[in-house]
């Protein structure tokens, strides 16, 4: 099962009333001298989003717009001269510049109806995606105060958008932040892992059906990919990591020998760092820098009982 799968099996209750219509451009129809949105959205991270807006200058016979844009806000790899490349794969690909001076852009293109929102609900749905993503990001970066209420509201919407690495990263996210018990403040290394063993045995089957990204997050964890944050369910595994890793250092600082934790058994302990691993090897579907679950939950168990605090792998 793909994240697809995964997400649209896993409903939600519209909080964005009709925004599957909004996101549908071919309801619309158009007029000359109207003014419309041309979505140039990126499918799995709004962070990208990019969009142009313009005029109808002309209505073929075929039924095709004729645009003149004079306003182009940038994505990722979305600029007027990338959109116009012979492969490019958005709706400006190939577009007729006739002046991309800023202050003064005229470009012309041609587009079918499906490609064109109107103005007014493709400015909506921009800002939709935009109010998703900097939930995300927010926690993604202190995560003071988002909440997993908050969090829940973003999958949500995230599915109404139809972004389903979204709504499976805010959900990871959420999962995570519950498990804590701060509710998206601070609290001691104690409390914040009391809960996590459970929680990473329920993430590692959510990421289980994700095994590009969980491999993006492993190359990020080895320093040999950037952390762009550019695979939304890769950047919430490699978060989710420093965080359970600080936490394991706090307490590993307050207790040299993890025997001696009063929180926590041994076996709670090793139950912590065998949950990574699993989310790690998506439940033993997939090694992990050559290893598999086994290998990682008896080499903490040897640590642990030896009086030595594991790596976080």
């Known amino acids: 099962m793909n994240v697809k799968q995964y997400v649209v099996?896993?409903?939600?209750?519209?909080?964005?009333?009709g925004l599957a219509l909004i996101f549908s451009p071919a309801v619309f129809a158009f007029e000359v001298g109207e003014r419309v949105f041309i979505p140039m959205f990126n499918d799995t991270n709004p962070n990208y989003?990019?969009?142009?807006?313009?005029?109808?200058?002309s209505i073929d016979d075929e039924g095709m717009y004729t645009i003149k844009i004079n306003n182009l806000v940038e994505g990722e790899g979305r600029t007027l001269y990338g959109t116009c490349a012979p492969n490019a794969n958005t709706p400006l690909a190939g577009a007729r510049i006739v002046s991309d001076d800023p202050e003064d852009l005229h470009v012309e293109q041609r587009l079918p109806k499906d490609?064109?929102?109107?103005?007014?609900?493709?400015?909506?749905?921009?800002?939709?995606?935009?109010?998703?993503?900097?939930?995300f990001q927010r926690w993604l970066g202190d995560g003071m105060g988002v909440t997993p209420g908050r969090l829940a509201n973003a999958a949500r919407d995230a599915q109404e958008l139809g972004l389903p690495h979204l709504v499976l990263a805010a959900r990871v996210a959420e999962k995570y932040v519950e498990s804590t018990q701060g509710r998206g403040f601070p609290v001691p290394a104690s409390r914040s892992l009391q809960n996590a063993a459970p929680m990473l045995d329920e993430i590692a089957r959510q990421l289980s059906v994700v095994p590009d990204s969980l491999q993006e997050a492993e190359d990020i964890l080895a320093r040999v990919a950037p952390?762009?944050?550019?695979?939304?369910?890769?950047?919430?595994?490699?978060r989710i990591h420093e965080l359970l890793e600080k936490n394991l250092k706090e307490?590993?600082?307050a207790n040299p020998d993890p025997r001696e934790v009063s929180e926590f058994s041994v076996d709670e302990l090793l139950a912590i760092y065998t949950g990574w691993a699993k989310v790690m090897t998506a439940q033993?579907?997939?090694?992990?820098?050559?290893?598999?679950?086994?290998?990682?939950?008896?080499?903490?168990?040897?640590?642990?009982?030896?009086?030595?605090?594991?790596?976080?792998?």
Do not use: C, H
């Open 9 to 17: 099996n896993r409903p939600f209750k519209s909080a964005l009333t």
């Open 251 to 253: 307490l590993a600082k």
């Open 284 to 313: 033993d579907q997939r090694p992990f820098q050559n290893a598999d679950l086994a290998f990682y939950r008896e080499r903490a168990k040897e640590q642990l009982n030896a009086g030595q605090w594991p790596e976080l792998i």
């Open 115 to 135: 490609k064109i929102m109107s103005w007014r609900e493709g400015n909506r749905t921009f800002l939709a995606r935009e109010n998703v993503i900097t939930t």
């Open 49 to 57: 989003d990019g969009y142009a807006t313009g005029l109808v200058k």
């Open 227 to 238: 952390n762009d944050r550019s695979d939304l369910i890769a950047a919430v595994v490699v």
